[in-house]
């Protein structure tokens, strides 16, 4: 007995920030050379009025058309752009939603390992028997949390959210874990203002980094290449060690998908892991880095254009904000 | 490595245009060559630098000393 991904559907808000808008804006950035090195072409950015739980609401809504939602007995939302401090934005989605009372909702704050820690706690709650169809929710709004001048994030994160029932299986089909966290990187990914720790303030001055970004301690601060050297310390490992942790080595994988960050960061991971070209699945052109939901986008993708078809071994692994790290190997 | 291969490659890396490099060449490293350095010179010489480790780096014999100039060879 274990559990399975049954079913992904995911949203992406209407409106387009193409890199010719963003050329249009920053005359200096250069829209050719972001999508060669950073892989993205296009992004979605949410309304002023829409929030991640209306993004998670729409992916949620899209795949209950297909699957009876009175089956739903916990729902997990994954963000970081929560609607309110208090109460949980889950209990809202289950309200919207109209799912049934007697189920569990709760709220995880996690980034780009947000589905890996979603699957884990999936999983776990259908092994012990809490929960037979687990509705984990993806959703985030970076955009809202990223300077408008800020034209390198800008250019990176998307806004987007997915929707992933996990269920009961006869057999294990969510295989073993290797998580991993180091809060001493909490630094390099932060939005330093807007909780107890320091609050939001209106007079914070604007500063410029070396490449004339705004910075400001109200908005998301992203140090990319310290951020780099941690994936680079901690990816390659992080994969040896699920293989080995489940029996498996490279060859008995179908294919690796990794959290979505930029296409310079991850063709430098897969090479150094040595995996493939052919067993490796990337996809972000057009929805830049959506945070916790780009693994799930990414599987539903590949399903989509019978790229990974049922039958097949899928290694997932997630990282960044934290710093936090996760990695999984499933069976579709 | 080989100086001649080194500087040919961290051309690349720091994405210059210059038609060729040398100890003296300035450095000015913007958020995407400062990946390309990071992942060079862990590809190469498998030593993890900082973003702070290249504040300093002001021209190429700068790198040369952070990776250990016993690295390379003439």
């Known amino acids: ?332 | 490595m080989k100086k001649s291969v080194f500087f040919t490659e961290l051309k690349d890396a720091l994405m210059l245009e210059d038609d060729s490099i040398n100890e003296s060449t300035q450095v000015r490293l913007t958020s995407l060559s400062t990946l390309g350095v990071i992942a060079f010179i862990d590809e190469n010489f498998n030593k993890q630098v900082k973003a702070a480790d290249l504040r300093e780096v002001k021209i190429i014999d700068d790198l040369i000393n952070l990776i250990g100039p016993e690295n390379l060879v003439a």
């Not at chain 1, 034209?151 to 987007?160: A, E, L, V």
């Not at chain 1, 290797?178 to 939005?191: A, F, K, P, R």
């Not at chain 1, 780099?228 to 998908?257: A, H, Q």
Request: charge should be negative; include cysteine.
């Open chain 1, 1 to 332: 007995m274990g559990a399975k991904i049954s079913c992904i559907e995911y949203y992406l808000p209407e409106q387009i920030l193409d890199n010719n808008q963003l050329t249009d804006e920053f005359p200096e950035w250069d829209a050719a050379k972001i999508n060669d090195k950073v892989g993205i072409k296009r992004r979605h950015v949410a309304a002023a009025d829409e929030t991640a739980s209306d993004l998670g609401y729409k992916a949620a809504t899209k795949i209950l058309e297909g699957f009876d939602k009175t089956a739903i007995d916990f729902i997990i939302l994954c963000t970081q752009s929560p609607d309110y401090f208090l109460p949980a934005s889950a209990c809202v989605l289950q309200d919207k939603l109209k799912l049934r009372n007697n189920i569990g909702a709760l709220d995880i704050n996690q980034g780009c390992s947000g589905f890996i820690y979603g699957l884990a706690i999936s999983k776990g709650l259908i092994n012990s028997n809490i929960s037979k169809n687990v509705l984990l929710v993806t959703a985030e709004t970076y955009s809202k949390h990223i300077h408008p001048k800020d034209k390198s994030n800008r250019s990176i994160f998307g806004d987007g959210a997915a929707a992933t029932i996990v269920s009961f299986s006869e057999t294990e089909q969510i295989h073993e874990f290797e998580l991993g966290t180091d809060g001493s990187g909490m630094d390099n990914l932060i939005v330093k203002r807007g909780g107890f720790r320091n609050r939001h303030d209106p007079f914070e001055k604007d500063r410029y980094d070396e490449s004339g970004n705004v910075l400001n301690d109200n908005n998301l601060f992203m140090n990319g290449p310290n951020i780099f050297s941690f994936t680079i310390e901690k990816v390659p490992p992080l994969v040896d060690s699920v293989l080995k942790k489940n029996g498996f080595d490279l060859n008995s994988i179908d294919y690796v998908i990794y959290h979505q960050a930029n296409k310079y960061m991850l063709d430098y991971l897969r090479k150094k892991s040595k995996i493939p070209y052919e067993k490796y699945y990337q996809n972000m052109e057009e929805t830049g880095n959506t945070v916790s939901s780009t693994l799930p986008i990414a599987l539903k993708e590949s399903l989509k254009k019978n790229i990974i078809k049922p039958g097949d071994k899928v290694l997932l692994a997630g990282f960044g904000v934290g710093y936090s790290w996760g990695a999984t190997i499933i069976e579709i």
